[in-house]
């Protein structure tokens, strides 16, 4: 089982090298016109807008979702108002919208990406459970654990960076001393790092 994690958490720099470059090189399209909020708008935005940078609101996806729903309805309904039109206006221009966004994602691998670093962080966790759900039996278990825990954070030196940002120079929580055993485990044991 530690073969296959060593054997995981070596396949995961790459799929994370190739999501950092799917992500640097994704480009979201600009949000569309017609997705902002308009004065004339007739309907009660609430929580359906976000802000922007710019202050503008916008209808999100949630918003969307409920005009939508009020949109189907409207067809059956006559007479057809402005506020049915601005409905389907803003339903359409969010199709529009996630539509570029999928095409923008195909273009450089985005989700393709995603998906394989992922899985391999799923298989990662998934490894890791199981090998803390074993009872050790020995000395070597214990450290086979402890060393699956530092390996966690990049190393010694990783899992003393975590200590010094989360519990400050002398932890005296719970959590703290357990981040200085495993710490202590590992330079007894002639470890200094992953």
């Known amino acids: 089982m530690i073969v296959a994690l060593h054997a995981s958490v070596a396949r995961e720099g790459p799929l994370d090298a190739a999501l950092n470059v799917a992500e640097d090189r994704f480009v979201p399209p600009p949000i569309l016109e017609a997705l902002y909020h308009r004065p004339a708008d007739g309907f ?5 807008a976000r802000g922007d940078p710019g202050g503008r609101r916008w209808y999100g996806r949630a918003a969307v979702e409920d005009m939508q729903g009020l949109a189907l309805a409207d067809v059956q309904r006559r007479p057809i108002t402005r506020d049915h039109v601005r409905r389907a206006e803003i339903v359409e221009a969010d199709r529009a919208w996630h539509a570029a966004g999928e095409a923008a994602d195909r273009a450089v691998g985005l989700s393709e990406a995603k998906t394989a670093a992922y899985a391999e962080w799923q298989m990662n966790r998934d490894l890791r ?8 039996r020995t000395l070597d278990g214990i450290m086979i ?8 954070f990049d190393g010694v030196d990783g ?9 400050g120079p002398a932890p ?3 959590e703290g001393l357990v981040f200085v055993v495993l710490r ?6 002639g470890r200094g790092g992953a």
């Open 172 to 174: 005296t929580s719970g």
């Open 159 to 167: 899992l003393e960076d975590h200590m010094q940002g989360e519990f």
């Open 184 to 189: 202590d485990l590992m330079g007894m044991m």
């Open 129 to 136: 459970a199981r090998i803390a759900a074993m009872p050790p």
């Open 44 to 48: 009660n935005i609430g929580l359906m």
């Open 145 to 152: 654990k402890v060393r699956v825990a530092v390996e966690c």
